[in-house]
């Protein structure tokens, strides 16, 4: 098949447009600037309005005239381009039918060749088909034509052995974070990412034990002022001599009853440590007042 073009021949397509295109740039040149350095008067507005009309109808005759000379020259070569779609579509038709079975074809030889992978990771790959599974390794480029059989199998093979080589090492780490570093490695069979979360999580576990050992601390060091507070109500009023005896309070002999009415009171009283200072005031008062005064117990709440 050959593409011939009989009318017009080359010599005879339109090289050109002659118009009198020097005559008019002359007269139009001549006229814009004669306007470019006219001033208008205020009473001279209505002249520069029919002025602006008259070259604009001027611009609009020009350009019309140039799209009419567009369509005259375009309108054999637009025809020419509606018959040249229609080969174009006739071929198309052909060429899609071709490309449907190239197609077909390919994806059959691809899909093949997928399952001789398989069966090549299937034997390669052993018992660690678990811990490698085929589709963690399994490239796109493998169906590409120029990608051998015998290159893929080696591939796998080197992937089977650097995982087993790699688990080797994790498994004979002393780190409590075995776990955590297969976790790791098994999301992308990268030996470096494993020892790095070791390395995460041993700094985390030592931040933690500094941060409990001074929380620890710090706990002791109020309960040991809360006692302190505690042993201030309790020997508020005594002498110096009476707070630093034991704990057991000292036999006191007992007052002779006389024929008055005695009462014995028991009862609890739970203090804030803001309120310290004045149950010591109240507890004063009661020693000072009662025939006899004991604190039975005292703890923290």
Same mark, same amino acid.
């Given at each position: 098949m050959e593409f011939k073009i009989y009318n017009p021949q080359e010599e005879g397509f339109l090289?050109?447009?002659?118009?009198?295109?020097?005559?008019?740039?002359?007269?139009?040149?001549?006229?814009?600037?004669d306007y470019m350095n006219l001033v208008y008067t205020a009473d001279q507005i209505k002249d520069a309005k029919k002025d602006r009309a008259n070259l604009r109808k001027f611009v609009t005759a020009l350009e019309n005239k140039r799209?009419?000379?567009?369509?005259? +020259?375009?309108?054999?070569?637009?025809?020419?381009? $509606?018959?040249?779609?229609?080969? /174009?579509?006739? +071929?198309?038709?052909? /060429?899609?039918?071709?490309?449907i079975q190239i197609k077909g074809y390919e994806e059959a030889t691809r899909q093949e060749k997928l399952e001789k992978i398989k069966g090549i990771y299937s034997k390669t790959i052993g018992d660690l088909d678990r811990t490698i599974p085929f589709e963690k390794i399994y490239k796109d480029s493998w169906l590409n034509v120029s990608t051998t059989l015998k290159s893929i199998t080696t591939e796998i093979? $080197?992937?089977?052995?650097?995982?087993?080589?790699?688990?080797? +090492? /994790?498994?004979?780490?002393?780190?409590?974070?075995?776990?955590?570093?297969?976790?790791?490695?098994?999301?992308?069979?990268?030996?470096?990412?494993?020892?790095?979360?070791?390395?995460?999580? $041993?700094?985390?576990?030592?931040?933690?034990?500094?941060?409990?050992?001074?929380?620890?601390?710090?706990?002791? &060091?109020? &309960?040991?002022?809360?006692?302190?507070?505690?042993?201030?109500?309790?020997?508020?009023?005594?002498?110096?001599?009476?707070?630093?005896?034991?704990?057991?309070?000292?036999? +006191?002999?007992?007052?002779?009853?006389?024929e008055e009415r005695t009462v014995a009171i028991t009862f609890r009283c739970v203090v804030k440590e803001h309120n310290f200072d004045e149950a010591n005031a109240k507890i004063s008062i009661l020693k000072k007042t009662c025939e006899e005064f004991e604190i039975i117990s005292q703890e923290e709440l």
């Open positions: 090289k050109e447009i002659d118009w009198n295109y020097e005559e008019l740039k002359t007269e139009i040149q001549k006229k814009a600037n799209k009419e000379i567009k369509r005259q +020259v375009m309108q054999p070569y637009t025809s020419f381009e $509606e018959q040249e779609k229609e080969l /174009i579509g006739i +071929v198309d038709q052909a /060429i899609g039918n071709i490309d093979a $080197e992937i089977r052995d650097k995982v087993d080589s790699d688990l080797k +090492v /994790i498994n004979a780490d002393t780190s409590p974070y075995v776990f955590e570093m297969k976790e790791e490695y098994l999301k992308a069979f990268d030996l470096n990412a494993a020892m790095m979360k070791k390395q995460k999580l $041993e700094e985390t576990a030592k931040k933690k034990a500094l941060f409990e050992e001074e929380q620890k601390q710090k706990e002791e &060091q109020r &309960q040991q002022q809360l006692k302190k507070e505690a042993q201030k109500v309790a020997s508020a009023g005594e002498s110096k001599e009476a707070s630093e005896m034991p704990k057991e309070p000292a036999e +006191v002999p007992k007052p002779k009853r006389t």
